[in-house]
């Protein structure tokens, strides 16, 4: 996983990106969008803030603006609605220099929405619906639905309010973390690499363990590995090389450790996967976008729709 910035178009008819997606995993990235989250199948474990969390059918999360955060299919085939809208949404309540952070987390219930979670996904899913019906009509009550969803998180969820300045001291931490990650994509065959991330940034193992356990829930190790096992389920995709060069290739060094941490990793051994890999990600750049059967979400969806029990 590497931590990129991440640069969202929205539709000119409203501003926000909407779509479903099955995840096989995605880099660590950051946007200054909002990304709400409703897990529509399956579950899959999210990376953001200090603890690493699993989402199952029916949780819902709302990642705030700016916040790196990656995700990670649990073997578990999943499908996922994402509503990603802009902070400018906000502006007419709080303006241009302040950003909210809100805490919406069905899998957290300590800090909980003055209405229940259901309300939320209800809301989520006609959304879902609406995008998905290309017509006027459809437009404007897509539009209608995320004022809405806006309105409704500022009166029913709680937040803070932080600064919206670019230069803050969280987004040079974010911006460090990015380099790091960046570097240990370019270096995965090296032997002693936490070493070297050490040496080329000039940081202590102390100082970057609390910076990555309080941005990504993730230590230094946990990164390198999952850039490995990353980097290795794309050569054996999308090439025939053997187990054992791909082990070397991805900084394994034998190809014992790489078939125990690849299987630890996704519940499968290397050769289970080449035979039954997923479909190769749509934006590969930096999700892991997976294609998927358009009427068992519509089915999904609906079923959201109606959602009371949660």
């Known amino acids: 996983m590497s931590s990129l910035f991440e640069k969202i178009e929205h539709k000119r008819s409203y501003p926000a990106k909407i779509f479903i997606t099955m995840l096989d995993s995605s880099k660590l ?3 200054y969008d909002y990304e709400l989250l409703l897990v529509l199948n399956g579950s899959l474990q999210v990376f953001s803030g200090p603890d690493p969390f699993f989402m199952n059918a029916g949780d819902i999360v709302l990642i705030n603006s700016k916040a790196i ?3 990670k299919c649990t073997g578990n085939e999943n499908l996922c609605l994402f ?3 802009p902070p400018s949404l906000f502006e007419p309540v709080l303006g241009t220099q302040q950003l909210y952070h809100f ?5 957290n219930r300590i800090i909980t929405p003055k209405v229940p979670y259901h309300y939320f996904i209800r809301l989520a899913a006609r959304i879902g619906i609406s995008s998905r019906q290309f017509s006027s009509i ?4 897509t539009h209608a639905l995320l004022q809405t969803l806006v309105a409704d998180l500022v009166e029913y969820v709680e937040y803070d309010i932080r600064s919206g300045n670019i230069g803050s001291d969280l987004d040079s931490i974010g ?3 990015s380099e790091i990650n960046i570097f240990i994509d370019s270096h995965l065959q090296n032997e002693n690499l936490p070493a070297d991330v050490f040496d080329n940034f000039g940081i202590t193992e102390k100082t970057l363990y609390r910076y990555l356990k309080s941005i990504t829930g993730q230590t230094l190790k946990d990164i390198i590995i999952t850039a490995r096992v990353e980097k290795s389920k794309q050569l054996l995709r999308e090439t025939d090389r053997h187990a054992a060069i791909i082990a070397d290739e991805c900084g394994f060094f034998n ?9 630890k990793e996704t519940g499968r051994t290397p050769k289970e996967y080449r035979k039954c890999a997923p479909p190769p990600p749509v934006d590969a750049k930096i999700q892991g976008y997976l294609r998927y059967d358009e009427k068992i979400a519509e089915c999904l969806l609906g079923n959201y729709t109606e959602y009371t029990n949660h």
Not at 103 to 107: A, I
Not at 255 to 263: D, G, H
């Open 83 to 85: 509503i990603q809208f």
């Open 103 to 107: 805490y919406l987390n069905s899998t």
């Open 255 to 263: 190809e014992a450790t790489f078939y125990r941490v690849f299987k």
């Open 138 to 141: 459809a437009e404007l009550r």
């Open 29 to 31: 990235h950051w946007h």
């Open 69 to 71: 955060h990656g995700y």
């Open 175 to 177: 911006e460090r973390i």
